[in-house]
């Protein structure tokens, strides 16, 4: 019993020295040591550190950082594409040092033409490391070959734009999108700007005239935005942007101009404030329709016309508002007068149609809703017929009273004259 609990103890031993030594070391790995300055070497590649070109060779340095025990370190240069490459036909493959502690240096020094032409060859370093138990580790570095000493250009350079979009709408801030690409196959696009501009001056840059648009490799593309403003008495028609590009290739300044058709579009910003309309009236009246119109765009809205359409009412019946500018409002009113035998709920919709200064229209619909109620008129009627029926029935009276006023009046007269006999009997007895 105690023999098999040794040999368990010293199985468990042995399983666990290859366990325990595998984690006191530090993991199998590879990078690029930005920071490091090793011999050679002028600054560091995070300060930017660039290959030398001197008596017919090109020298590059670079310092890998290999964690855990490599036994060698490896690194081959691959020309992007080598039908166009500025070295001579060799090997390019090289063995690394470890000059530092965990720190191997690659040294290449490769033999170029006797007149290589000016241009960036693009190219990849790929570094391979091994440790003794035979694993690897890989690291992958694109770089780029400068040659800047020729006598004549690989190429000439040149910059393709394609897919110009527009978003513009008529006093109103925009942007204007393309994409740049370089379709050299070995020199560099740099210090890329871009310039817009329109003939009419209708279009302008909102920001700087000038837009950075930055570098761009062989192959390579971005996406560019350029932002503008529309101004308001921009017109709604196709207009000529000039798109003017320079940069900088193989140490020459380049420019490039282009002309592309853009679109501006006027947004219709037609507001209403509510219809304002009494919710009854009596037949035969007349009901007045109101509706405030505001104008919240950026350019001049023409044509504004207001319709009412109510079965029972009306067919059509139309107001002309006009032009309203930017920022005015006007009234649209419309008289409605039921007509006398006009009864009940009636209902309809107010439509507003309008359109921009380039005959681009837009409309919109309100409800409508009123209650014609019946007259009154009969009713007065019918109490004045009463009235007259009342001075009909106590005219005998009147009749009446009259006469006897005239036989009154007929015994004055005869008093009178009886009175003026007697006196004038008397006169002649006194005589």
Partial sequence: MKKNRLYAALLTVLFLIPVLTALGEPAF?????ENTVLRGMDRSWSQGYTAGDSRGRWNLIVPVRVEGEAESVTAELKMQNPSISPFKSQDMTV?????????????FGLSMLAEPKNGD????????????????????????????????????????????EADLHVGENGEVKLTLSNPCKATELENIELKMSEAEGHILPRDA????????????????????????????VPHILKIELTWTAAGQENTYTCNHTVAIHQTIRLEQGGVKMASSVYAGDSVTLSVPLMNMGRANVVNVLATVSMPGITDRQSALVGTIQPGETKQAQIILTPGKGTEGDFT???????TDEDGNPASFELPLSLNVEKPVTKETEQEAGGQKEKKEKTSPLTIALGGACGVLLILL???????????????????
């Fill in 209 to 236: 005239e000038t837009l950075q648009a930055g570098n761009l490799a062989p192959g390579e593309s971005l996406a560019a935005t350029y932002p503008v403003t529309v101004l308001a008495k921009a017109t709604v």
């Fill in 95 to 107: 063995e690394a040092v470890e000059e530092e502690e965990h720190v191997w240096g690659i040294r």
């Fill in 348 to 354: 309809g919709t107010l439509t507003v149609e309008c």
């Fill in 29 to 33: 790995s590879i990078s690029l040591d």
């Fill in 413 to 431: 007269l005869l008093q009178g004259v009886i009175l003026r006999r007697k006196i004038h009997r008397l006169e002649e007895d006194k005589l």
């Fill in 121 to 164: 060859y693009p190219c990849e370093i790929h570094i391979t490391a091994r440790n003794r138990a035979g694993q690897e580790q890989e690291l992958d570095i694109l770089q780029t070959v400068r040659v800047r000493n020729g006598t004549e250009l690989l190429e000439k350079s040149r910059i393709d734009v394609t897919g110009v």
